[in-house]
């Protein structure tokens, strides 16, 4: 499979709004799209039935597992795979929020197209009519703001600092996560890397330390910067945009209402055999 690198240097309009640059960790956006060439005739729908089936699918799972979910709609000629990754420190509210969010965006940016691909900044979303599922692959896309250049004392340090997390992340149980460097008079940086779990840990350090090589002349002054790609994420910054609350990672399991009742109904039977021994 052909590599495909999207380069997009990102003047952000909006520093009267937001004067630091980059949102706020509290605010989700749109960070790019991907669609394929209006490639199918759904002369019958049954395409467009199976998509919206697989999209109801992944909205309505991605929280139960985590934050990252895959699933296959249709079959033969009208199949459609389909994935969605949520950032490992937003909410479990953010998560399910931005997942629906994102497909609505999908459906309406690309609405003729069988391989779609959406960032937003808490998510990632992509369905194709071919497997992709374990394939990675090094599609990616970098937003930076190309005025906001770093304190000179604190840029050598910068991608070590970033090597090193792209280094632990695919050692972590969910391939998530996040450090701080302290950069000493200039304050602190923050990084963050993720991979989509359907890759191998060893893959998931290859696809990070690609994009810090592809990026490098891009990211490599820069005090704000993120890296969106089809398999591994990475952000930087020189405030704490990420959380450490309760994350969709960290939220404990929490039996259906079904569940509920089944177990209630083995306690109650428990209980009344007790009471005949």
């Not at 709609?73 to 490992?88: E, F, M, P, Q, S």
């Not at 891009?218 to 405030?239: A, L, P, T």
Request: with cysteine; aromatic share 12%.
């Amino acid at each position: 499979m052909q590599t495909l690198y999207l380069v997009v240097p990102c003047v952000i309009f909006f520093l009267s709004v937001f004067p630091n640059g980059f949102c706020l960790a509290d605010t989700n956006m749109k960070s790019g799209s991907q669609c394929s060439e209006a490639d199918y005739s759904d002369t019958d729908g049954t395409f467009q039935t199976n998509l919206r089936s697989l999209l109801d699918s992944l909205a309505s799972n991605v929280v139960e597992h985590h934050g990252f979910y895959q699933n296959v709609a249709g079959k033969k000629a009208n199949r459609v795979y389909g994935t969605v990754l949520c950032r490992g420190d937003i909410s479990v509210s953010n998560c399910s929020d931005c997942t629906l969010n994102s497909t609505r965006v999908a459906t309406n940016d690309c609405p003729m197209s069988n391989d779609v691909t959406i960032w937003f900044r808490w998510c990632f979303l992509r369905y194709s009519n071919e497997s992709f599922f374990g394939d990675m692959q090094q599609t990616a896309v970098t937003i930076t703001n190309e005025t906001d250049f770093d304190d000179p004392s604190v840029v050598s340090e910068g991608l070590p600092f970033m090597t090193g997390i792209a280094a632990e992340a695919p050692d972590k149980s969910f391939m998530f996560h996040t450090a701080v460097l302290n950069a000493n008079k200039s304050g602190k940086r923050y990084g963050m890397a993720q991979c989509t779990r359907d890759i191998s840990r060893e893959d998931c350090r290859r696809c990070l330390d690609a994009q810090l090589v592809t990026f490098r002349t891009v990211i490599g002054n820069k005090r704000r910067w993120e890296i969106y790609g089809s398999n591994c994420f990475m952000w930087y910054n020189d405030y704490q945009f990420y959380s450490n609350g309760s994350t969709l990672l960290s939220a404990a399991w929490r039996p259906s209402s079904c569940t509920s009742s089944i177990i209630g109904f083995i306690l109650a039977v428990s209980a009344a055999l007790l009471m005949f021994f």
